[in-house]
């Protein structure tokens, strides 16, 4: 699927937070059914279920389409018309999608409304252009954009709060599949569902949002109530992967987290593993650490981001690379060849060479992510709010020494080993 920087995707667990809100949105959707039996759109009345379908997705179009007129660049909501996504075979999909769906959109379209920018289409086997639509002045007559009030939404934990996925194909995507209810999977989700509870009602904040909102790097609202998160495993296998998303941090560069987040009030401090996969890896092969810096391949601190992802996506790889991974040839010097450097890097670290190739990385991304389950939710019964972040938490900076020692004893319980690193970045002044 391809993206566009401006562009915010639908978000179907937006709800309407207000007494207020609510009476628009009803009030909205009484307008639409009674638009469709004037028209002749619809023969017959909809049943109650029905209708109640039918109210669920003018919520949820309503929502996105007020926090899409709150965001200053002006993009266009991207919104799912395809039929293999809205009645998903696996069970998997939201309640808000289907012909109730669709049918709200056709709706908003045919009162003038919204308007349809485009409809989506393919354009290939493998890559799909997706249908566009924006408010039409005429909306402000039936919702609060003017100003759009974002503040009356609010976003649901999402039903899903663990998912398992195939993996990934040629263009990047893995399907979701369904699963079997199991003690594990209880469990697993049972984690995610008291981490949720403890962040909804923790005090985070985003600066900057009184003239408006923007968009992250995930075409997804930057805003304080998208803390809901869910653990995404990988592979078809529950050993593989396991990482967080959902979080409105996680689509946000790097140096505006710092300037924007606050957390209980304070700016935030960035505590994270350094070399974490490799040193895992170390780990798994019963060597010894070696010394300094990981990355430092050539031994003079040069192409340390290509060594770095050469090595992180050979850990990765399920077989020998056979072409350069994105991002990582610029990072070497000119008519470097990449059998030289991957023959370079297993010398380097010979101790671990035997173990590139053999799809570790995604075994290694569980105990990762094992990991900040486990700190997350030791921090929170100290009441400590720590926003995860990969290999890394994001705390409030009177918590990052906190966090760190949690981070240590973390590694330290999962490996036997003492051999983390631990780095903490705070904000600069």
Same mark, same amino acid.
């Given at each position: 699927?391809?993206?566009?920087?401006?562009?915010?995707?639908?978000?179907?667990?937006?709800?309407?937070?207000?007494?207020?809100?609510?009476?628009?949105?009803?009030?909205?959707?009484?307008?639409?059914?009674?638009?469709?039996?004037?028209?002749?759109?619809?023969?017959?009345?909809?049943?109650?279920?029905?209708?109640?379908?039918?109210?669920?997705?003018?919520?949820?179009?309503?929502?996105?389409?007020?926090?899409?007129?709150?965001?200053?660049?002006?993009?266009?909501?991207?919104?799912?018309?395809?039929?293999?996504?809205?009645?998903?075979?696996?069970?998997?999909?939201?309640?808000?999608?289907?012909?109730?769906?669709?049918?709200?959109?056709?709706?908003?379209?045919?009162?003038?409304?919204?308007?349809?920018?485009?409809?989506?289409?393919?354009?290939?086997?493998?890559?799909?252009?997706?249908?566009?639509?924006?408010?039409?002045?005429?909306?402000?007559?039936?919702?609060?954009?003017?100003?759009?009030?974002? =503040? %009356?939404?609010?976003?649901?934990?999402?039903?899903?709060?663990?998912? !398992?996925?195939? /993996? &990934? $194909?040629?263009?990047?995507? #893995?399907?979701?599949?369904?699963?079997?209810?199991?003690?594990?999977?209880?469990?697993?989700?049972?984690?995610?569902?008291?981490?949720?509870?403890?962040? =909804? %009602?923790?005090?985070?904040?985003?600066?900057?949002?009184?003239?408006? !909102?923007?968009? /992250? &790097? $995930?075409?997804?609202?930057? #805003?304080?109530?998208?803390?809901?998160?869910?653990?995404?495993?990988?592979?078809?296998?529950?050993?593989?992967?396991?990482?967080?998303?959902?979080?409105?941090?996680?689509?946000?560069?790097?140096?505006?987290?710092?300037?924007?987040?606050?957390?209980? /009030?304070?700016?935030?401090?960035?505590?994270?593993?350094?070399?974490?996969?490799?040193?895992?890896?170390?780990?798994?092969?019963?060597?010894?650490?070696?010394?300094?810096?990981?990355?430092?391949?050539?031994?003079?601190?040069?192409?340390?981001?290509?060594?770095?992802?050469?090595?992180?996506?050979?850990?990765?790889?399920?077989?020998?690379?056979?072409?350069?991974?994105?991002?990582?040839?610029?990072?070497?010097?000119?008519?470097?060849?990449?059998?030289?450097?991957?023959?370079?890097?297993?010398?380097?670290?010979?101790?671990?060479?035997?173990?590139?190739?053999?799809?570790?990385?995604?075994?290694?991304?569980?105990?990762?992510?094992?990991?900040?389950?486990?700190?997350?939710?030791?921090?929170?019964?100290?009441?400590?709010?720590?926003?995860?972040?990969?290999?890394?938490?994001?705390?409030?900076?009177?918590?990052?020494?906190?966090?760190?020692?949690?981070?240590?004893?973390?590694?330290?319980?999962?490996?036997?080993?003492?051999?983390?690193?631990?780095?903490?970045?705070?904000?600069?002044?």
């Amino acid at each position: 699927m391809t993206q566009s920087p401006n562009i915010m995707w639908f978000d179907p667990l937006l709800r309407a937070k207000t007494n207020e809100l609510v009476r628009a949105v009803q009030c909205l959707r009484d307008a639409l059914l009674l638009h469709e039996t004037d028209s002749g759109a619809r023969k017959r009345a909809r049943k109650e279920a029905d209708k109640a379908k039918f109210g669920l997705a003018v919520e949820a179009l309503a929502c996105n389409l007020i926090l899409l007129s709150a965001i200053e660049s002006g993009p266009k909501l991207a919104v799912p018309r395809s039929h293999g996504f809205l009645w998903r075979g696996d069970g998997s999909a939201n309640p808000v999608y289907g012909q109730h769906f669709l049918s709200a959109i056709d709706g908003l379209a045919s009162l003038g409304l919204i308007e349809e920018e485009r409809r989506g289409y393919r354009l290939s086997a493998r890559m799909r252009v997706p249908s566009l639509v924006r408010p039409s002045t005429a909306l402000a007559q039936h919702l609060p954009l003017a100003p759009p009030d974002w =503040r %009356s939404v609010k976003q649901i934990d999402d039903r899903a709060l663990i998912i !398992l996925k195939e /993996g &990934k $194909d040629d263009d990047g995507r #893995a399907a979701t599949i369904a699963f079997r209810e199991t003690a594990n999977t209880r469990q697993l989700a049972g984690q995610m569902r008291r981490i949720n509870e403890f962040l =909804r %009602s923790a005090d985070i904040e985003v600066t900057g949002q009184n003239t408006g !909102l923007s968009l /992250g &790097k $995930d075409g997804q609202v930057i #805003a304080p109530y998208r803390r809901s998160l869910r653990r995404i495993f990988n592979n078809a296998n529950w050993r593989h992967g396991g990482r967080l998303a959902g979080g409105f941090w996680m689509g946000m560069e790097r140096a505006e987290r710092f300037e924007r987040i606050r957390i209980d /009030g304070e700016r935030i401090a960035d505590v994270d593993y350094r070399q974490l996969f490799p040193r895992l890896a170390y780990v798994r092969a019963g060597q010894p650490q070696p010394e300094g810096d990981i990355y430092n391949v050539a031994g003079d601190g040069s192409g340390r981001d290509g060594w770095k992802r050469l090595m992180n996506a050979m850990l990765f790889a399920d077989g020998p690379l056979r072409n350069w991974p994105e991002g990582t040839l610029q990072h070497f010097p000119s008519g470097t060849k990449l059998r030289d450097a991957i023959e370079m890097l297993a010398t380097r670290h010979a101790p671990i060479a035997d173990l590139f190739g053999t799809g570790l990385g995604f075994q290694l991304m569980r105990i990762e992510s094992d990991m900040l389950i486990g700190i997350i939710t030791h921090l929170a019964s100290l009441g400590v709010t720590a926003l995860p972040l990969h290999d890394a938490v994001l705390v409030a900076e009177s918590k990052a020494h906190v966090a760190a020692d949690a981070m240590q004893a973390a590694f330290s319980m999962w490996t036997g080993s003492s051999c983390a690193i631990v780095s903490i970045e705070f904000c600069p002044r």
